[in-house]
């Protein structure tokens, strides 16, 4: 095997197909990327852990075909600090030989023949703008669970309904849900699919900057896989398995107290009155006519409040957040205003974003938070 | 800091002017065993080890058994090889607790200002009642005097300008002896020591310091701190040269309870099957719960220590998104930390889980889960539903005794690396 490549494309490719490569993999070859040059002038690049796969391809000039498994985190950093010259890469009995300019590289190769099978991509089910996406999973994935005593919770459920997709996510403590439109495959289709928070974000980030993404998705017939193209780029990842919670119940039907408020100015001031909550303690915030009073910190402890402008439709009301909580779910908004729902100070709390100070909400995003409650 | 064998040098009178020294460290002497000889006079003089089976280690020794070269975490076994007719007595922590209350209490008459750091460890700043009770070193003398006498054990205090003086002042006038280190005596007498004896330098810093041809702490105050700080890093090198000069500035916290509570257990024989390790790991973590709902208190961060059969100890901590007292939270995260940790291939010798960042519950804001709002008023605690189910283990055990009642396991087909399962339409 014996090829040339442009450094900036190589980095490129390698680092996008390395970067889900686990740092202790189950068996040595599944930290390798897989290289195969095709004479026809096509390098086509694979890693796998079982669990998630990515393949890329990029063009190169190819003098003698091959494949060969090198450890992908170590080919990644290479190629990333390489000269910006043409780098050649040839296969030496069982090493491979990098050299750019005036640099050399030896790497050890790992059995070609062990290395698993990657999965082949399922139906096509449907096209996504890749900025909406990478926008909407950013929105939805803060709200979903880190901790994998609870695997269910670390997923993103994607519910397809024809042109219509709805994103869920929850950890228990907040939920979030997000619509949007896609383009599918066929008009009628409805169905449902749990796809790992962490999986589904990488995607988003490393798909997003492409005009498409195409999303395929093959369940009950064996292996639930879905998979996203973009580009030239290929994921395929698990579904998560597990009967998802029914969550949508949670939103509250009647919200008799709303309040809105300047979406960046309650960033700021709740960004500045957390700094006296230790972590995990509350923020509060006491809704009244024209304003919005935040404060934390009480007794012997450090204070501090701080009173911006809000529009109170209903009773005076007072919750108390958790700092985190309120600042992810204020961060995922995209509007100049946010609007709060309420019904009672210890219930959910359901966040929207307004374009106006006056007018509706849009209700494609929210977000409901649980209030922290105060011992007596 | 056993591992400082006092000199000669440091043992001598330091002076007599205990103005300046305000600070006492009360360390009870042997504390386990000695509780087990004031109420086992026969034993007095022997050796005796507070300790497990074969496999456990050296909770507390004697004196007399101390001098067969046994001393506490060494395993029992070789302290039995060490001191073959040492006498062996199973812990009784519950004792040990209420003597420790009870002492305390002894420190409490002195003044308000008591930092409790561990069962049978105490600071005290006398300074304001020293109008009342007279001198420092009285004051010491007059704790160690009824120490004795209520309790039939004995401690060591140390009498000094700061905290960390009088705990090293506490150890060089072990057992059973007062040291007084006058403020104008705290750089001579630290100036005594090697290096090892300061809070913070363990075998690591102790090799980063002996590089740059510091051993001593008169070296160490004698270097420029840049140099101490490039051998050991900007803030401990800063803070060891302050030490060596014996600034301290922490004030004594009165207050301070408990900084975590946790069990932990060595196994009969090596175990390599994980299945068992996570059911001693479920029992340790129940008796956590029971012992932080005993005590009004919530952790926020769980810890789990694994130590494999090389005697390597490993360690993993997780802070949870809302504080805990529910043994069955702490065992979910415990497993999931105790599955991360890199066996290499070894079997476990022994596991233990532990809560940390404690708070009173009653003051701890809660953060609830949908489900607990779900249930309306009563979940009133973190954890709900469990939370209730295991204050009624409490209740059950209070009645009818700690073995009367468990945490139990039901069988599940294993699927994928956990076993949690979420019943549909719920969220935990």
């Given amino acids: ?376 | 800091m056993s591992r400082v064998r006092p000199g000669v040098e440091v043992r001598r009178d330091w002076g007599s002017d205990d103005t300046g020294a305000s600070i006492l460290h009360v360390d009870m002497d042997a504390f386990f065993a000695s509780v087990e000889i004031a109420r086992r006079p026969h034993l007095r003089g022997r050796p005796v080890v507070v300790g497990g089976k074969e496999r456990s280690v050296v909770l507390a020794a004697t004196y007399e058994a101390r001098a067969f070269g046994v001393h506490s975490a060494m395993p029992m076994a070789r302290a039995l090889r060490l001191c073959p007719h040492a006498v062996v007595i199973p812990p009784d922590h519950r004792t040990y607790r209420e003597v420790s209350r009870q002492v305390m209490a002894v420190l409490a008459e002195v003044t308000p200002l008591v930092e409790q750091i561990s069962v049978d460890e105490a600071f005290l700043d006398v300074a304001g009642a020293r109008r009342r009770l007279g001198p420092s070193s009285h004051i010491a003398e007059r704790i160690r005097t009824q120490v004795r006498e209520r309790h039939g054990i004995t401690c060591s205090v140390g009498v000094a300008a700061n905290k960390f003086v009088a705990k090293l002042a506490s150890t060089f006038a072990k057992p059973d002896g007062l040291l007084l280190v006058p403020r104008e005596a705290t750089v001579p007498f630290l100036r005594t020591l090697p290096v090892e004896s300061l809070w913070g330098v363990g075998e690591q810093t102790r090799a980063a310091l002996a590089r740059w041809g510091i051993t001593t702490v008169a070296e160490l105050a004698d270097s420029d701190v840049a140099l101490v700080q490039r051998a050991v890093g900007a803030a401990a090198g800063a803070h060891l040269h302050d030490l060596a000069w014996g600034r301290d500035p922490r004030p004594v916290r009165p207050g301070r309870t408990e900084k975590s509570i946790g069990a932990e257990s060595t196994f009969g024989r090596d175990q390599r099957d994980m299945d068992v390790v996570e059911a001693r790991l479920r029992e340790l973590a129940d008796e956590c719960g029971a012992r932080l709902r005993k005590q009004g208190l919530v952790a926020r961060t769980v810890s789990v220590k694994v130590r494999t059969s090389d005697f390597r100890t490993l360690t993993r901590s997780r802070t949870l998104t809302s504080p805990t007292d529910v043994g069955r939270e702490m065992f979910l995260v415990g497993r999931e930390l105790l599955a991360a940790v890199d066996l290499r291939g070894l079997a476990v010798r022994l596991v233990g889980i532990r809560g940390e960042g404690l708070s009173s519950a009653a003051a701890t804001p809660v953060q609830p889960t949908f489900d607990e709002l779900a249930l309306g008023g009563q979940a009133e605690a973190p954890g709900s539903v469990r939370a209730a189910a295991e204050q009624a283990m409490d209740e059950v055990r209070e009645r009818f005794g700690s073995a009367a009642i468990a945490a139990g396991v039901i069988p599940e087909r294993r699927q994928g690396p956990s076993t949690t399962h979420l019943a549909s339409g719920q969220l935990s």
């Fill in chain 1, 1 to 376: 095997m014996k090829f040339r490549v442009e450094r900036d494309v190589l980095a490129d490719a390698v680092t996008w197909t390395a970067r889900s490569l686990p740092t202790r993999p189950p068996a040595p070859v599944l930290a390798g990327v897989r290289i195969e040059a095709d004479p026809q002038g096509v390098l086509h690049l694979a890693s796998f852990d079982y669990e998630v796969s990515a393949r890329s391809q990029i063009p190169a000039d190819v003098s003698e075909g091959g494949t060969v498994l090198v450890s992908g985190k170590l080919l990644a950093e290479i190629s990333r600090s390489l000269p910006d010259k043409p780098v050649d890469v040839e296969l030496d009995g069982t090493k491979v030989q990098v050299s750019c300019g005036a640099s050399r590289f030896t790497l050890l190769t790992m059995p070609v023949e062990e290395y698993p099978t990657l999965p082949a991509m399922p139906e096509t089910v449907g096209v996504f703008d890749g900025e909406e996406l990478a926008h909407a999973v950013a929105q939805v994935t803060v709200a979903a669970s880190r901790d994998d005593t609870l695997p269910l919770l670390t997923a993103v459920r994607v519910e397809i309904e024809g042109e219509k997709v709805t994103l869920l996510a929850t950890d228990r403590y907040r939920l979030a849900l997000r619509e949007l439109d896609w383009r599918p495959a066929s008009p009628d289709i409805s169905t449902a699919a749990l796809v790992r928070a962490k999986t589904l974000s990488d995607v988003a980030k490393s798909l997003g900057s492409t005009p498409e993404v195409t999303v395929a998705l093959s369940t009950g017939s064996g292996v639930d896989l879905v998979g996203f193209e973009s580009g030239g780029r290929v994921t395929t990842s698990l579904l998560v398995d597990g009967d998802y919670p029914a969550v949508r119940r949670l939103f509250p039907d009647e919200t008799p107290i709303h309040a809105v408020v300047d979406t960046q100015a309650l960033i700021d001031a709740a960004k500045r009155v957390a700094l006296v909550a230790e972590r995990n303690t509350a923020i509060r915030l006491a809704f009244s006519e024209g304003q919005v009073v935040l404060a934390a910190g009480q007794g012997d402890d450090a204070q501090a409040s701080e009173s911006i402008e809000a529009r109170l439709e209903g009773e005076d009301i007072m919750v108390a957040f958790n700092p985190h909580f309120l600042l992810d779910g204020l961060g995922a908004l995209d509007t100049p205003f946010v609007r709060f729902s309420f019904t009672h100070p210890n219930k959910p709390v359901e966040f929207t974003g307004q374009k106006d100070l006056e007018g509706d909400d849009d209700r494609s995003y929210r977000y409901l938070l649980v209030p922290i409650r105060f011992a007596a």
